[in-house]
């Protein structure tokens, strides 16, 4: 068939490999290029972030987990295996997507920061999102594909024997999706003092607190301001996180800021994975992966695949 994927993330265009892959002639519709997108903020540790349902998401994240491990052989796709740790102000059961990771360890009290009372380590990818897009691009170029800019109203105006809509926020205007919640985020970029180990502090009551270092910078974060719509970068915010985030690792003190960046976690009740057949042709919707796009991505396209070439 001809498949014409709507959206360029990381969703987006690991749908169009996939289909491509499959033997599918595909395009891709975006009204951004992938370095512009989301996806482009993403520290990208995996990591099952405002994602559901449980079940699904667990799958998915397996899946998606295991392609990576297998991606990070190549220096090209910009992605690495890391250790890190996620570190607790309370105890807490194993997470509920524990079983997506075949390393999760709880941590020791010689390995807990002064404040921390438990957490735990495995071993996670961590994905440069400016290296992993440019790749998943080169990659469905060579399989034929190509991505064509062009800003949609409706899925009515794609070309295609089938659509697939990967289109994140965008689903509120193109599909009408009310249930959609942009949850804001803000990261700043810091050159990288050698730091090989993420860090994770989810309990800090001032903020979410991330490092997940790079090739070749240490991402720092976050916020996750639910309903906020503003795109430009916040001082005061920024000043905070760096606060948090030097605390916890104080090597990152006198690292200077490489960049800043804003996106929006497109987040609702439960990821939209389905197929509709209407109007002479299936259209499969795959979008609202909140904090987890790029966690749930490969996992996700092939269950696309499998939806679009179902008979029925």
Do not use: K
């Not at 599918?24 to 992938?34: E, N």
């Not at 440019?134 to 800019?149: C, F, H, N, P, T």
């Not at 997940?212 to 991402?219: E, F, G, N, Q, T």
């Amino acid at each position: 068939m001809h498949v014409a994927v709507v959206g360029a993330g990381v969703i987006g265009l690991s749908c169009a490999v996939r289909l491509a892959e499959a033997g599918h002639r595909v395009d891709v519709r975006t009204a951004a290029l992938p370095a512009d997108t989301t996806s482009a903020v993403a520290a990208a540790l995996w990591y099952p972030y405002r994602a559901w349902p449980p079940a699904a998401v667990t799958r998915w994240a397996a899946r998606t987990r295991d392609v990576f491990v297998r991606l990070a052989a190549d220096s090209d796709t910009g992605v690495l295996l890391c250790s890190g740790r996620e570190l607790l102000r309370s105890a807490a059961p194993l997470p509920w997507w524990a079983d997506a990771v075949p390393d999760l360890r709880r941590l020791g009290a010689d390995e807990l920061p002064a404040g921390f009372i438990a957490g735990f380590a495995f071993r996670a990818p961590v994905v440069d999102m400016s290296r992993y897009l440019a790749w998943l691009q080169g990659r469905l170029e060579s399989l034929g594909g190509e991505i064509v800019i062009r800003r949609l109203s409706t899925v009515d105006d794609v070309d295609g024997d089938a659509v697939v809509n990967c289109t994140g926020m965008g689903a509120r205007e193109l599909v009408g999706d009310a249930s959609l919640v942009p949850v804001r985020g803000q990261v700043v970029r810091l050159a990288n003092p050698g730091l090989t180990e993420w860090l994770l502090d989810e309990d800090d009551p001032t903020g979410v607190t991330y490092v997940v270092p790079r090739i070749d910078d240490v991402v720092c974060g976050g916020t996750a301001d639910e309903g906020a719509d503003s795109g430009d970068e916040d001082l005061a915010v920024e000043a905070a996180i760096l606060f948090r985030a030097r605390a916890l690792v104080p090597a990152l003190r006198d690292a200077p800021v490489l960049s800043r960046a804003v996106g929006f976690r497109p987040t609702r009740p439960e990821v939209r994975l389905e197929r509709e057949d209407g109007g002479g042709r299936p259209v499969v919707h795959c979008y609202g992966h909140g904090g987890a796009g790029v966690t749930l991505s490969w996992g996700c396209a092939d269950d696309v695949v499998s939806l679009l070439d179902r008979r029925h």
